[in-house]
């Protein structure tokens, strides 16, 4: 049977390994989804009306509550947390069928995350005092760790957990920042941000990207937050959820034959030189782990992203219930010119952006201009109506490849063609989004922000 690590993404050689004394093995062996692996014709049947659903967590929901009780999670957030480990977390659990509260350690339940993504919190943490959950899980980030050690609340919730012996996680900065003063780290095989390792006590650190020690779980930083949620998912639901997730997320088997990426019409970016401006448009319904990794990686790598809501509100419900405040509405965004258009996926999200009138002028005005466009999962659909993909090369989502009666090249997980740039989403969006920092900036600068990450990319 495969190993955890061996069926998510992977990282580095030096950094990857995985504590195989502690953390239960996992097989996606039989359920990686079917890929089109080899390029088709153009195919006869046209586009049909309602797209394939991409609602994912109802099925696993549906079938964990009807066999085991509803399980608790607390996510804390404050200033300065990494967005990407929050918003993971949040995400992966509840696809699980988990009841996660999201809480503010701050004054306001409004956070502004370390990449500058706004998020809003389902609670304030003094109403989580009293409420047992079945895992308290730390996001990590600067100042996010620091926010969530200066907690009281949050300390006394977590110090009672452990206590109790019920389940506690934290990643990145946070085992070192936030636990060890708690003094939660005691005895315990911990790992974190290779920049926090000095501060763990020598004789229980260890470097791998998760540690599980007893009700302890530990991991590295963004690039490792997949595994770490799964790992969770598998200690609260057991093996086969944490599979099924998987699955659905579209996190592949060690031995997928999936290419990471494909390029065709190979074109520069060439910007003169300025800094590279993004649209990000976004509604109720997209989902939020896109939105949230396009935009965080983007930011690193030094691009000026905007999220633009088609909302009449800046602030979007995602697909999984995050709340996230946009930059601005649509109509503001509008007035300025972008070096490149992102479409996140998520099917409620996809059939509001393709009803935006605003949005479709942007994207004619972007090819007429020979700008930069880029959708991921499902809303390659919006491309596809405004023939956007005709005669370019694309992959999208596996549940949607059918309805696009266009060129598509299976068996990768990002396809470039000329200045268009589309994914399969969900999990590999990190990939997406790094294939867009290397066309902008070279290769140099998207291996910078993958390590940063703790995510592993090619040295050439």
């Known amino acids: 049977m495969a190993s955890l690590s061996s069926m998510l993404l992977p990282h580095p050689a030096e950094l990857c390994s995985v504590a195989v004394a502690t953390v239960p093995s996992i097989s996606f062996s039989s359920v990686t989804p079917q890929r089109k692996r080899t390029p088709t014709s153009k195919r006869s049947s046209k586009l049909t009306k309602s797209i394939s659903p991409l609602k994912p967590s109802t099925t696993v929901t549906k079938t964990l509550?009807?066999?085991?009780?509803?399980?608790?999670?607390?996510?804390?957030?404050?200033?300065?947390?990494?967005?990407?480990?929050?918003?993971?977390?949040?995400?992966?659990?509840?696809?699980?069928?988990?009841?996660?509260?999201?809480?503010?350690?701050?004054?306001?339940?409004?956070?502004?995350?370390?990449?500058?993504?706004?998020?809003?919190?389902?609670?304030?943490i003094s109403t989580c005092s009293d409420e047992i959950f079945d895992l308290v899980a730390l996001p990590g980030g600067m100042p996010g760790s620091t926010r969530l050690r200066d907690c009281e609340v949050l300390r006394k919730i977590t110090c009672k957990q452990a206590e109790e012996k019920r389940l506690y996680g934290a990643i990145c900065a946070a085992p070192a920042v936030t636990l060890l003063p708690w003094g939660l780290l005691r005895?315990?095989?911990?790992?974190?941000?290779?920049?926090?390792m000095d501060k763990l006590p020598t004789f229980w650190a260890v470097k791998s990207n998760i540690q599980v020690s007893g009700e302890l779980t530990t991991s590295r930083g963004p690039g490792t937050t997949f595994q770490f949620?799964?790992?969770?998912?598998?200690?609260?639901?057991?093996?086969?959820?944490?599979?099924?997730?998987?699955?659905?997320?579209?996190?592949?088997?060690?031995?997928?034959?999936?290419?990471?990426?494909?390029?065709?019409?190979?074109?520069?970016?060439?910007?003169?030189?300025?800094?590279?401006?993004?649209?990000l448009a976004v509604a109720h319904g997209s989902e939020e782990i896109e939105v949230v990794i396009i935009a965080d990686i983007l930011k690193r790598a030094k691009a000026n992203v905007i999220v633009a809501s088609v909302e009449k509100d800046r602030e979007i419900l995602a697909s999984r219930g995050t709340k996230i405040i946009a930059d601005m509405l649509i109509n503001d965004a509008q007035e300025l010119a972008y070096d490149l258009i992102i479409l996140p996926g998520g099917t409620d999200g996809t059939q509001r952006?393709?009803?935006?009138?605003?949005?479709?002028?942007?994207?004619?005005?972007q090819n007429a201009?020979?700008?930069?466009?880029?959708?991921?999962?499902?809303?390659?659909?919006?491309?596809?109506?405004?023939?956007?993909?005709?005669?370019k090369n694309f992959t999208a989502h596996p549940s949607i490849v059918d309805n696009l009666n266009d060129e598509?090249?299976?068996?990768?997980?990002?396809?470039?063609?000329?200045?268009?740039?589309?994914?399969?989403?969900l999990a590999s969006v990190t990939h997406f989004a790094l294939a867009i920092v290397n066309k902008l900036y070279g290769h140099g600068r998207a291996r910078s922000v993958a390590e940063g990450l703790v995510f592993e990319y090619p040295r050439s």
């Open 353 to 365: 952006l393709i009803k935006c009138k605003v949005l479709k002028r942007l994207l004619k005005e």
């Open 65 to 124: 509550e009807s066999s085991i009780p509803l399980k608790k999670v607390l996510v804390p957030i404050g200033f300065g947390t990494e967005e990407m480990e929050a918003v993971i977390l949040v995400d992966v659990l509840r696809r699980a069928g988990a009841e996660v509260t999201v809480a503010s350690v701050e004054p306001q339940l409004e956070v502004e995350a370390a990449g500058g993504i706004k998020l809003v919190a389902d609670a304030d």
């Open 229 to 279: 949620a799964l790992s969770l998912v598998e200690q609260l639901f057991g093996e086969s959820a944490a599979r099924e997730v998987g699955e659905l997320l579209l996190l592949g088997n060690a031995n997928d034959d999936c290419t990471t990426k494909k390029e065709f019409n190979t074109v520069e970016w060439s910007l003169d030189h300025h800094t590279p401006s993004v649209l």
């Open 369 to 391: 201009s020979r700008r930069i466009s880029g959708a991921v999962s499902s809303s390659l659909v919006i491309l596809h109506k405004q023939g956007l993909l005709k005669e």
């Open 408 to 425: 598509t090249i299976g068996g990768a997980k990002v396809v470039i063609d000329g200045k268009l740039i589309t994914g399969e989403g």
């Open 187 to 196: 005895k315990k095989k911990t790992t974190c941000h290779p920049a926090f």
